[in-house]
């Protein structure tokens, strides 16, 4: 089966740098994404890893480690506008073919 | 708006009432995805199609929904006999089936609200 864990939430003040981890397990990976979701919108994407290692995206950075079933997503120079769910999600051919299946999201909530 | 478009965005129906959501895709796409979406939880998978093949299926849907993509590009979802326990919001996705990331695309979503 399918089970991505991350945190329900986290806070932070502006200009912090932040850590979102994310663990999984998987019978077919082939992929994880990170997407942030505002409040009452659509989710938008962030990142993609599907190799180990670090991806650097701007402010935003996304690691994985196949072999740990762990990935984060690292928020830097963190901004009023970053408040967000961050929603960490698996491509798992086994389970649902090339749909991603999405864990609960972490609300992070940036204050000034 | 060349984006992922779905209607209604609100729908507020009475138990046991049929509903029907409407998605258009981004026009190249060739992947379309179906999501559930409860407050603080992340999108649930419903459902996805590669251009008119439906090809999976969540356990979780029940026979009471049903996706169609007729011609490969909108697709519809229709939910019968609803109950409170299908107030949601729920979201389609696109994608493009090959050359990169898979990365899905998300409408605004339809919410829908059971009385």
């Known amino acids: 089966g399918q089970n991505i864990d991350q945190p329900t939430e986290m806070t932070a003040t502006e200009g912090a740098i932040v850590q979102i981890n994310c663990t999984y397990q998987t019978s077919g990976f082939n992929g994880l994404f990170w997407y942030q979701q505002h409040a009452g919108e659509a989710p938008t994407f962030l990142s993609y890893?599907?190799?180990?290692g670090l991806e650097e995206k701007g402010r935003f950075s996304s690691f994985l480690s196949r072999s740990k079933g762990y990935s984060y997503l690292l928020l830097k120079e963190l901004q009023m506008k970053d408040s967000a769910s961050y929603l960490c999600a698996v491509r798992d051919y086994s389970q649902a073919g090339t749909a991603l299946i999405f864990g609960k999201g972490t609300t992070l909530s940036v204050s000034s | 708006d060349t984006g992922v478009s779905q209607n209604p965005r609100h729908k507020i129906t009475k138990r046991g009432q049929n509903v029907t959501f409407r998605c258009d895709p981004i026009s190249e796409h060739n992947r379309l995805y179906w999501y559930r979406q409860t407050l603080g939880q992340g999108p649930e998978f419903l459902t996805y199609f590669q251009n008119e093949a439906q090809l999976e299926k969540s356990r979780l849907l029940s026979d009471r929904f049903s996706a169609e993509r007729p011609k490969g590009s909108f697709s519809t979802l229709e939910i019968q006999r609803t109950e409170q326990g299908d107030s949601a919001m729920y979201l389609c996705a696109s994608s493009f089936g090959t050359g990169d990331t898979g990365e899905l695309f998300f409408g605004e979503g339809s919410r829908l609200t059971v009385l």
């Open positions: 890893n599907v190799l180990d």
